[in-house]
């Protein structure tokens, strides 16, 4: 297989950035992987044109609005310009991204050929798990006390419109008295959000954002570990916490999203519901059944280290683009 230089164009500030998993999942495929982070540098324009001249790469990803449109256009002299958007919306502003690339991956099947429209390379490629992030060499008392719960969930309850259906579902959990606790981004303190911060969901804030090697003990320690992606009527829209949370081990109940058997198989390595109380009646079922929750887990598990890594996504968007450019 051809080994490739490419130049990856991400946001880098933080450490759970996806950027840093897609260098891993390349640089495991024996590609070369330079890095440019626009919000790092003076006269970012300026200096990823410099960089291209003098890398010459045989492509650049580039992965979200971290540089404006109109620079792909320039940068295409020196080489083929590839996008992967990793949302399951189409904002205003992407259409001239779209347009301007060589190739666009959307992790969203359903949204193929709407994107079509405007771009005939548009492809789609799933999101995936990057194993060497989320390592856990021991689980101490600690961890067990802080982490463990019958049922977690790890994402935003902020109060964007796709946010807000988590609180009536997850009010709902607690209500019906199961051990749950939630992390992620603590909830934004507005006059709004008093009530939610003070009530039921805000007294179940698990104190932290977790990421890497906590996300993990997280997914290990809960018994169930419960999942709403935000847009799942558009068909394999998944995010990467459904590849992220099976690959550390944890027994995934989520929300169905349409497409979602294709990818890891509902009732054997994942669970699915449909509505709220199909949700209560799954959690109260399986909370009480030890042994099916492990076999669905390890099996869950298993599907995504062998199918479902950036490994294998690197792999996967390497063998289209040698077809399509």
């Avoid at 570990?225 to 829209?237: C, E, N, T, V």
């Avoid at 009646?281 to 280290?305: C, F, N, P, Q």
Wanted: glycine letters at 6%; proline letters at 5%.
């Amino acid at each position: 297989m051809k080994i490739f230089s490419i130049l990856l164009i991400t946001e880098l500030s933080k450490p759970w950035s996806n950027g840093w998993y897609y260098k891993a999942g390349f640089e495991k495929n024996g590609h070369t992987v330079t890095l440019f982070d626009p919000s790092s540098v003076e006269n970012p324009l300026i200096n990823v044109v410099a960089k291209t001249k003098e890398i010459r790469p045989d492509f650049i990803l580039h992965t979200k609005a971290e540089l404006p449109s109109e620079i792909f256009q320039e940068l295409r002299k020196f080489s083929k310009v590839i996008m992967w958007y990793p949302d399951p919306v189409i904002p205003e502003w992407l259409s001239p991204y779209v347009k301007a690339s060589d190739i666009f991956f959307t992790m969203s099947e359903g949204l193929v050929e709407e994107f079509r429209k405007l771009n005939r390379n548009v492809f789609w490629l799933s999101q995936a798990f990057e194993p060497s992030f989320f390592e856990v060499k021991e689980i101490s008392s600690d961890d067990r006390r802080r982490f463990s719960a019958d049922v977690t969930f790890v994402g935003n309850l902020g109060s964007k419109k796709q946010y807000l259906s988590r609180r009536t579902a997850l009010e709902k959990v607690i209500d019906e008295g199961f051990k749950f606790k939630w992390c992620g981004p603590k909830i934004p303190r507005k006059l709004s959000t008093i009530p939610l911060i003070f009530g039921k969901i805000g007294r179940a804030y698990g104190g932290k954002f977790v990421w890497g090697k906590d996300y993990a003990k997280v997914a290990r320690l809960s018994k169930i570990f419960l999942a709403f992606d935000s847009m799942p009527h558009i068909r394999k829209s998944m995010s990467a916490r459904m590849y992220t949370a099976a690959g550390c081990g944890a027994f995934y109940m989520c929300q169905h999203v349409a497409g979602i058997e294709d990818v890891l198989t509902p009732g054997r390595e994942i669970v699915t519901f449909r509505s709220d109380d199909e949700m209560i009646d799954m959690i109260r079922y399986y909370l009480s059944r030890d042994e099916e929750r492990r076999s669905i887990s390890e099996a869950g598990k298993l599907r995504v280290l062998t199918d479902h890594t950036y490994e294998v996504r690197a792999k996967q968007m390497i063998e289209i683009v040698l077809k399509h450019l």
